[in-house]
């Protein structure tokens, strides 16, 4: 039986009592468990060491998967703990990539009867790391607006937010190279640097359609569509995952992405951080582990079914 660690965070958004307590009792039916609430990278730290022998399983969305993945790896531990994914958040992003059910209690299942998968990691030149996904410009600007709207529209408030940023950001004159080739001299402004280890942000909207969790690759979109219009059709077009049709943006792959310009925001697995005047993300192949369905562990495609997990009892039966 495999013994976890749930890990709750008061603070995020998103988490519903009733439904924590649903999934608390899969995974005590299922698993040993044993929970703990954590809130920033201290509690973390302490829950963790607290219990060494355990596998976290985060209860949250993608901030908390981001919070996680930062404290073993600060801790050392990505290679010895497998993480587990309950998404409870607001947008869920990395659940929704990999096929992991937005149902929590069908989620809790896979955590109890799911499979390994590697991997791949963003770390920044500072330290930190990036799970799913990394933007700057105009999606910052969306998730600032997300934010103050989630209260009244919950999860709508991405698309209103990307359609707030498309109306008002204009875009910086930042640098951008990835793999050594520039791909935006600094010269010409840029509305939106994104870059992908999962496919999408903010609830579903697709900024790396392609990407790949584990291909030891990391999709880079560079928007160019400052003008009006241009930006009004680019956030439409991002929403429909449809943005790289535009001859303003492009789109490309690499191991190692470094942006340079004025003091702009990042947004990290939707955690806001700067500002910076540079950032440096440089993939690591297979750099930590998650409980994912069995269907996805072998297949080429993301995301998979997400209808049950083999060796758990269906409990919505």
Do not use: C
Not at 70 to 78: F, Q
Not at 239 to 254: E, F
């Amino acid at each position: 039986m495999r013994r976890v660690l749930v890990l709750r965070n008061p603070s995020a958004g998103g988490v519903d009592d009733e439904a924590h307590r649903r999934v608390m009792a899969v995974l005590k039916e299922y698993t040993d468990a044993v929970e703990a609430e954590a809130d920033g990278p201290d509690g973390l730290a302490r829950v963790l060491a607290e219990h060494p022998g355990r596998d976290p399983v985060a209860v949250g969305g993608d901030g908390t998967l981001h919070a996680v993945v930062a404290a073993l790896s600060a801790r050392g531990e990505l290679k010895t703990r497998t993480v587990g994914l309950v998404p409870l958040g607001t947008g869920n992003d990395m659940a929704r990539g990999l096929g992991i059910p937005l149902d929590p209690e069908q989620a809790a299942r896979v955590v109890a009867g799911g499979v390994e998968r590697h991997m791949d990691l963003l770390f920044d030149d500072e330290g930190g790391v990036v799970v799913n996904a990394v933007h700057l410009g105009a999606g910052v600007t969306a998730s600032r607006a997300a934010s103050a709207l989630k209260p009244v529209l919950r999860r709508l408030a991405y698309p209103a937010g990307a359609l707030a940023a498309g109306l008002g950001a204009r875009g910086r004159p930042v640098r951008v190279e990835v793999d050594g080739t520039v791909v935006a001299d600094g010269r010409r402004r840029v509305l939106m640097v994104g870059v992908g280890n999962g496919t999408s942000i903010g609830g579903g909207t697709p900024l790396t359609p392609r990407a790949r969790p584990d291909d030891g690759l990391a999709d880079v979109v560079v928007s160019f569509s400052t003008g009006p219009l241009r930006r009004l059709v680019y956030a439409v077009l991002l929403r429909l995952g449809r943005h790289g049709r535009q001859d303003t943006v492009v789109t490309l792959r690499g191991t190692r992405v470094t942006v340079r310009g004025p003091q702009m925001d990042v947004n990290a697995d939707g955690e806001l951080t700067g500002p910076v005047t540079h950032r440096t993300w440089t993939v690591t192949p297979a750099a930590w582990r998650i409980t994912v369905p069995a269907s996805t562990a072998t297949g080429n495609q993301w995301p998979v079914d997400r209808a049950g997990v083999p060796g758990v009892p269906d409990m919505t039966t």
